[in-house]
């Protein structure tokens, strides 16, 4: 039993069944309409882009403002433009330059985006699709863990984390990741497959396949949006944590970029803010430019749902 | 529907909570067991962690270079953060029993890791590893807990008056040339008039609970004795925040304009022309300044009594070392070496603040600003009293509740009989 | 509904269709073969819940129970928690004004920000829905703001933006609405979070986005067909299709909003100020627990604000039989 034959087996097309208009003669009017709807709906977006993008743009502006223009000049333009922000950021801190830094949010970005995505589906299919005794506690379980603020777990965490002498290592960060510890990439793919028709998955059953078969061949395809939803979300978060890699790393080697971009700030000395928000923008880029790339798959590959590949 | 099936299955559950639970829970106390004597072929790593930014960071990177030239056997492994991040993870680390060697420390926070048995006593390291020469009696005392000497005092500041020369000419005001607090919220009138509405003379000095003991001790009390006790009751503590109700009414920078700076504060965004604060905090003022600014004025705080010895110093930092350390000599040496030696003084110079070791200290190339500080610790001299005793555990705390207090004051949402039952309020919770 | 005729086409060979629609005759399900494939089931379930299982005990549910415990104690982190019963519990609600300040706020941030911030995300994702010109450049663009994260940056450009004479104060100006500077104002800090958490709907917007694409097309166009104009075909095809994504967004937001922390932290620089006006609760918890060194107070605040939580969200999985359309579950 192959993939196609169950698709060929039971295909599920919703068909118009009025028959098409004769739209040869509406067609001059019906084009200007939609150029006129095109524009109208080009310019609202544009304007409200604008309006969201500002503040984006006023931070890559500040970059180039001298550190003592924060706090006096609150415009868009700066009043003396200087490059020294960007020198200062490739310097890298305390000896550990600038790349380490991306490197290290980068492994542990794509290492956190595979373990949620496998062990989130494993857990979302068993959720949405088997029925098993205990489903329904361990679901509000599940629902149960979003609810409490992070700040109450951590510190039992980190004292399990220091017996098993995994301090300043990776592994606390990572690990938990392939235990679908994230209740919101499960929940999230669960409202995903329980919108899947099971037309197909029955059809697989019929034809003797187990589980494990319809999860691999079936659902997984067909939820690959979601699952290109909750990459690109599991990559952001944790490209973005803070709290983890402040608890978990010691060696300055090891610092992600949020904690990197801490250290241009200090109270009790000096604050270099030109830093900090030069910092903060390049560190901005790189999920900026994954996001970009990744969301192509994420909306267009949703609309052959049910149709034929 | 509490069906019997569902029973089951949280108890087990709960039973494999427990299990994890057991594990989870800290068990006995690992106390070191200190080795006879320092060997200076063993090879030892230590772990040594700071606050700071990344300038700091870089000195301590030279520092620790330094000292490996004179102990090529022990390696240092330093680590770093921004102050409050650095303090949450000391308070993470101290639950899982596992605090770096040597900490550079905060006073606020020494007798709470003092008491808990964190920190390891110095005492026997003091007058040799440790060289007590170059440090002065009343410093040495400063990092002494209930008997034990837990920090080394690394650097010291004393309360000042920081003043903007250029925005005074601008004003046409003179520089404020010592009086009463009330002398002083005049001066402030003045500048504020004659600034005309680009800045305001200053702020309201009712905020800083600094400001109030410097007066309690004028008047011979403490602010908090050593058993958390104050040395005010509700009826000194509403006049005091009376005596700054002209400066939030009329002349000094409103409170909204401030936080519009945040994280800069008034004083450092030009916005202000003078700020009470400790004295080395003046390199960060000139940094946010900016270009534009190239002095400051550093003068002594108003009088509340005459010839009173009101001022103390107060260590800006101190090193201490984890009572955990498996190698206590090594920390010793290395506590030693940040605190008195040249080749540190020389690094650091006044980043850390002025160094408290006289070799340190001699060794430093004081650019003006820090000179500044120097000369200005020296006039004040005749006013400097015995230190306050460590403060009690829970001061930052209530440090940060009164500033709060004083900006809701400044506001005007808050009225100062409420604003005294808060903080009251407050001290009951913290303190009791 | 909309009561377009459609017809289900099955296509494929003769044999596999004739199996698919063939109904299942009572006689067939028989009790031992019950019993064995609800056995099969729940081994294959408990099979594919491994890895969630053992992050679920391990690094939840022990801590989270811990965390019960240290709710009845008083613990300072350094020495060892001392047992104090509903002490904690007592003072949270008859002897902390900071407290119940700090729910007011937070009610209000929740009850206002959340159906705001859906508003707004939906908006924009139909917006970007309508055509796919320029789709990449613009979803990026209404992105990136949630991509900044929990930075200093975020508060000196927040600050910078709501400042006296700056730009949302210049644009009110323009409509003679003079509200001087956001920032330091008690009155303005609320809305001012608001619609920072409105600023960073990239997540929801793309949630919705996803889901509105995943709408067959061909319903539009039955209910075009039908007479239906723009806002009866939203209501009946639009908000049915997308109500498993409503549902989802709405569930995560509201708990979201009553956990929000960074944004608060940053912007207030850790005070919750102006006056306690971004005081929200899990900050307040923080403060309390990490600064101040009261752990168990703190922790006996989470699990108020987690009882809190549950019991609305019980209250939404309740209701969701009862306006939540999934497609997959219907036969």
């Known amino acids: 039993m192959t993939t196609s034959s169950f698709s060929e087996a039971a295909l599920v097309q919703v068909e118009n069944q009025v028959d098409p208009d004769p739209k040869e003669t509406a067609r001059p009017r019906r084009v200007k309409r939609k150029t006129w709807q095109t524009v109208i709906w080009l310019v609202a977006l544009l304007a409200v882009t604008a309006v969201v993008l500002y503040p984006l743009l006023w931070l890559f502006l500040s970059t180039f403002k001298p550190n003592s223009e924060f706090g006096s000049n609150m415009g868009l333009l700066p009043e003396n433009f200087t490059l020294e922000n960007y020198v200062k950021v490739s310097e890298g801190i305390a000896g550990v330059p600038m790349w380490r830094f991306f490197a290290n949010s980068l492994l542990i970005a794509v290492v956190s985006v595979i373990g949620t995505v496998l062990s989130s589906a494993l857990a979302a299919y068993a959720f949405a699709r088997v029925h098993f005794k205990g489903l329904g506690v361990l679901f509000a379980a599940m629902i149960g863990t979003l609810l409490l603020p992070f700040h109450v777990l951590i510190i039992p965490q980190y004292i399990l984390f220091n017996r098993l002498e995994l301090v300043d290592t990776f592994i606390p960060l990572l690990l938990p990741k392939f235990l679908a510890t994230e209740a919101f990439f499960v929940f999230l793919l669960v409202q995903f497959i329980r919108q899947m028709p099971r037309d197909m998955d029955e059809a697989a059953r019929i034809d003797g396949a187990g589980h494990v078969r319809i999860f691999w061949s079936i659902i997984l395809p067909l939820i690959k949006p979601a699952l290109i939803t909750c990459a690109i979300f599991s990559f952001i978060w944790a490209w973005n944590d803070f709290l983890g890699p402040l608890l978990y790393l010691t060696s300055p080697e090891n610092y992600p970029l949020p904690i990197a971009l801490r250290l241009y700030n200090d109270q009790s000395s000096t604050s270099d803010f030109g830093a900090t928000v030069t910092a903060s923008f390049l560190a901005l880029l790189p999920v900026l430019l994954f996001f970009l790339v990744f969301q192509r798959f994420l909306v267009d590959g949703v609309a052959t749902q049910g149709l034929k590949g | ?432 | 509904m909309s009561t377009t005729a459609t017809r289900v086409i099955v296509t494929g060979d003769e044999s596999s269709r004739k199996t698919l629609l063939r109904k299942r005759r009572p006689e067939e399900v028989g009790r031992p073969g019950l019993r064995r494939r609800e056995r099969r089931e729940t081994l294959t379930g408990y099979g594919f819940l491994i890895p969630w299982l053992i992050g679920f005990v391990g690094l939840t549910v022990g801590p989270m129970i811990y965390s019960l415990y240290l709710s009845f104690t008083r613990y300072d982190i350094f020495s060892d928690p001392t047992w104090i019963g509903l002490d904690n519990y007592i003072r949270l609600f008859t002897d902390d004004p900071n407290f119940i300040q700090s729910s007011q706020i937070t009610l209000i941030y929740v009850l206002v920000g959340t159906p705001i911030t859906l508003a707004a995300a939906l908006g924009v994702a139909m917006l970007l829905n309508f055509r796919d010109k320029g789709s990449g450049f613009f979803r990026s663009a209404f992105y990136a703001p949630s991509l900044i994260g929990a930075s200093v940056s975020v508060a000196i450009v927040w600050r910078a933006m709501f400042s006296n004479d700056g730009p949302v104060d210049s644009s009110l100006s323009f409509f003679g609405i003079d509200l001087g500077g956001w920032v330091g104002n008690p009155d303005l800090a609320v809305p001012m979070m608001i619609l920072l958490a409105v600023w960073m709907f990239g997540a929801t917007m793309v949630i919705f986005l996803a889901g509105l694409k995943q709408i067959p097309k061909e319903l539009y166009e039955a209910a075009e067909m039908d007479g239906a104009g723009a806002f009866h075909r939203f209501r009946a095809v639009t908000l049915p299709m997308l109500s498993p994504v409503i549902f989802f967004n709405l569930l995560l937001g509201l708990i979201g909003a009553f956990q929000v922390f960074a944004s608060a932290y940053i912007i207030s620089n850790g005070s919750g100020g102006p006056a306690g006006m971004t005081n929200y609760i899990t900050l307040y918890l923080y403060k309390r627990g990490f600064s101040d060194g009261q752990m168990g107070y703190a922790a006996a605040m989470a699990w108020v604000l987690l009882i809190v939580v549950a019991v609305i969200a019980f209250i939404l999985f309740r209701t969701q039989r009862s306006w939540v359309h999934y497609s997959g579950d219907t036969r």
């Open chain 2, 1 to 432: 529907m509490f069906s019997k099936k569902r029973a089951i299955t949280v108890m087990a559950f709960t039973a494999g909570a427990a299990v994890v639970l057991a594990g989870c829970a800290s068990g006995g106390n690992d106390a070191a067991q200190p080795a006879a004597t320092f060997d200076p072929d063993e090879e030892v790593t230590l772990d040594l962690a700071f606050w700071g930014n990344d300038i700091r960071a870089d000195l301590y990177n030279q520092a620790i270079e330094a000292f490996n030239e004179e102990y090529p056997n022990i390696t240092v492994n330093s680590t770093f953060l921004a102050f409050p991040e650095f303090w949450e993870k000391r308070q993470t680390e101290a639950a899982g029993k596992n605090l770096p060697d040597v900490m550079q420390f905060d006073y606020s926070y020494l007798r709470q890791y003092s008491q808990n048995n964190l920190l390891l006593d110095l005492e026997p390291y003091l007058g040799n590893i440790i060289d007590t020469e170059p440090l002065p009696e009343n410093i040495l005392d400063i990092g002494v807990v209930d008997g034990k000497t837990t920090g080394i005092a690394t650097s010291t500041n004393a309360w000042g008056l920081f003043t903007n020369p250029k925005l005074l000419e601008t004003a046409g005001v003179e520089e404020f040339e010592g009086g009463s607090w009330e002398d002083y919220s005049e001066w402030i009138a003045e500048v504020t008039d004659g600034a005309g509405g680009a800045f305001w003379g200053g702020s309201d000095f009712s905020g800083r609970i600094q400001n109030l003991e410097l007066q309690l001790r004028a008047e011979g009390k403490d602010l908090f004795d050593e058993d958390g006790q104050p040395g005010f009751d509700e009826e000194r503590l509403a006049e005091f925040w009376e005596s700054g109700a002209d400066i939030r009414e009329n002349s000094g920078i409103p409170q909204q304009r401030v936080e519009e700076v945040v994280p800069k504060g008034a004083f450092d965004s030009a916005l202000t022309a003078s700020e009470l604060t400790w004295d080395n905090f003046g390199a960060g003022y000139l940094a946010g300044l900016g270009a534009d600014y190239t002095e400051l004025g550093l003068i002594e705080p108003p009088i509340t009594e005459e010839g009173a010895k009101d001022l103390y110093l107060k260590p800006s930092m101190l090193h201490s070392v984890s009572a955990n350390t498996e190698h206590p000599e090594a920390a010793a040496t290395l506590v030693d070496f940040l605190v008195n030696s040249p080749q540190s003084g020389e690094i650091f110079g006044t980043n850390r603040g002025l160094p408290a070791s006289e070799t340190a200290l001699a060794a430093a190339e004081l650019d003006p600003l820090s000179q500044q500080v120097k000369d200005y610790e020296a006039s004040i001299a005749d006013r400097l009293g015995d230190a306050p005793p460590v403060p009690i555990v829970g001061y930052g705390t209530l440090e940060e509740k009164f500033r709060q207090i004083g900006t809701e004051l400044n506001f005007g949402t808050m009225t100062v009989d409420e604003a005294v039952s808060e903080f009251f309020t407050e001290m009951d919770v913290v303190l009791g």
